[in-house]
Each structure stands twice: as structure tokens, then as C-alpha cells.
């Protein structure tokens, strides 16, 4: 989809500096456009399936396979027993999270997914080791059109996550890492290996 034709912009960049400046502009308006529509189409349905167990290890390894890894080493550590209680859609939290990795990350050459139990809680971790979210930019990174792209994944993450409870931070260390941690509240996941024991 291309709200403005090619040509147009083609001609408008060949006519000098003095247009460049209006081509980004056009350029940025019609990706924002286009990632709004592409949103509306994905998340009509979001928040009105019933939320249920879900394999975490699969989600992954399907938010993986919708990803242009180019080189770059995803690392899938979750234990495959592990299920978590969440929205349908929580594919496209992961998914999210590995795009924004790949775009940002600049220097990235590995992205680590891994969980730990914390206390009653689980901290489902994806961790990469490119240039990181600077400090003075943490608090902003969740909320709508905050970003260098659309703006929209990491407020729908969040958004998606809240529904049954779950939360998501990022705590990575910048110019050496990003970490972003989903904390998922006691009841809201299982190890099925254990479920059998009890």
C-alpha cells in the first residue's frame, strides 16, 4: 500500500534539498498511516477472545518465524513445559519485542529469550546485546507514538499484557543492552511437570 505515488516523491527529491525536508515528512506521515490501518486490521478482535493457557516456547518460536532475523542469533531458552494465561494475541507482544530488537539494536548480534521464577512470580526476559534504550528514555518507550518508528508496538504490548494482569518493563543497560522483563503474577503460569507432581 502507497498513499503517495512514488513518482510524486521522486520528482520532489530530484527538485532539491529545499523539498527534502517535506519528504520525510511525507514519508514518516504514510508509514504512521499505514501502521495505524495495518493495526486496526490485526487488533479488531483485541481484548474480545477469551484469554487461556498457551504454550510459551511456541509462542516464541512462532513470533520468530514473522521476523527478518538477518544474521542475527535468537536464542529460545524457555523451558517447553512452560504455559502462561494470556490474550491470543500475546504472539505479537514477542513479536514486537524481537522487530524492535532487530531495528534498534544497531549493533545486536543475539537476542536471548529466558524465564526465572522471582518469589511467586515469573519474569519471562528478552534480552539483547545492541546499544540499549538510554535512561532518559525508559519511561517514555511504552506510551503511544513514542518511538523512532510508528510508535504503536510497545504501547500495544503493554496494552495486550494488562489484560490478564501481566506487565512489562524495561531494565537493560544502556549502550550495552536492552532487557525487557514481562512479569507474570503467580496463577497466571504453570510448568506442566509440576502441575503432574502435585
Given at each position: 500500500?502507497?498513499?503517495?505515488?512514488?513518482?510524486?516523491?521522486?520528482?520532489?527529491?530530484?527538485?532539491?534539498?529545499?523539498?527534502?525536508?517535506?519528504?520525510?515528512?511525507?514519508?514518516?506521515?504514510?508509514?504512521?498511516?499505514?501502521?495505524?490501518?495495518?493495526?486496526?486490521?490485526?487488533?479488531?478482535?483485541?481484548?474480545?477472545?477469551?484469554?487461556?493457557?498457551?504454550?510459551?516456547?511456541?509462542?516464541?518460536?512462532?513470533?520468530?518465524?514473522?521476523?527478518?532475523?538477518?544474521?542475527?542469533?535468537?536464542?529460545?531458552?524457555?523451558?517447553?513445559?512452560?504455559?502462561?494465561?494470556?490474550?491470543?494475541?500475546?504472539?505479537?507482544?514477542?513479536?514486537?519485542?524481537?522487530?524492535?530488537?532487530?531495528?534498534?539494536?544497531?549493533?545486536?548480534?543475539?537476542?536471548?529469550?529466558?524465564?526465572?521464577?522471582?518469589?511467586?512470580?515469573?519474569?519471562?526476559?528478552?534480552?539483547d546485546d545492541g546499544v540499549g534504550v538510554p535512561d532518559d528514555e525508559k519511561r517514555?518507550?511504552?506510551?503511544?507514538?513514542?518511538?523512532?518508528?510508528?510508535?504503536?508496538?510497545?504501547?500495544l504490548a503493554k496494552e495486550i499484557l494488562s489484560i490478564t494482569?501481566?506487565?512489562?518493563?524495561?531494565?537493560?543497560?544502556?549502550?550495552?543492552?536492552?532487557?525487557?522483563?514481562?512479569?507474570?503474577?503467580?496463577?497466571?503460569?504453570?510448568?506442566?511437570?509440576?502441575?503432574?507432581?502435585?
Open positions: 500500500m502507497q498513499l503517495v505515488p512514488a513518482d510524486m516523491l521522486r520528482f520532489i527529491e530530484m527538485k532539491g534539498k529545499r523539498f527534502s525536508h517535506f519528504v520525510s515528512k511525507a514519508r514518516k506521515t504514510c508509514e504512521q498511516i499505514i501502521a495505524t490501518i495495518s493495526f486496526t486490521r490485526e487488533y479488531e478482535d483485541f481484548g474480545t477472545a477469551e484469554s487461556r493457557w498457551q504454550n510459551l516456547r511456541k509462542i516464541i518460536e512462532s513470533a520468530q518465524e514473522e521476523v527478518n532475523a538477518d544474521g542475527i542469533t535468537i536464542i529460545n531458552d524457555i523451558p517447553e513445559d512452560c504455559e502462561i494465561y494470556a490474550d491470543p494475541v500475546i504472539r505479537k507482544v514477542f513479536t514486537t519485542l524481537l522487530e524492535n530488537a532487530i531495528r534498534h539494536g544497531e549493533t545486536i548480534t543475539k537476542i536471548h529469550c529466558f524465564c526465572t521464577k522471582d518469589e511467586n512470580q515469573l519474569i519471562i526476559t528478552c534480552q517514555y518507550i511504552f506510551g503511544l507514538r513514542y518511538g523512532k518508528h510508528t510508535g504503536i508496538g510497545l504501547f494482569g501481566l506487565s512489562i518493563r524495561e531494565c537493560g543497560e544502556p549502550g550495552k543492552e536492552a532487557r525487557f522483563e514481562i512479569i507474570v503474577p503467580e496463577n497466571e503460569y504453570r510448568f506442566l511437570s509440576e502441575s503432574e507432581k502435585k
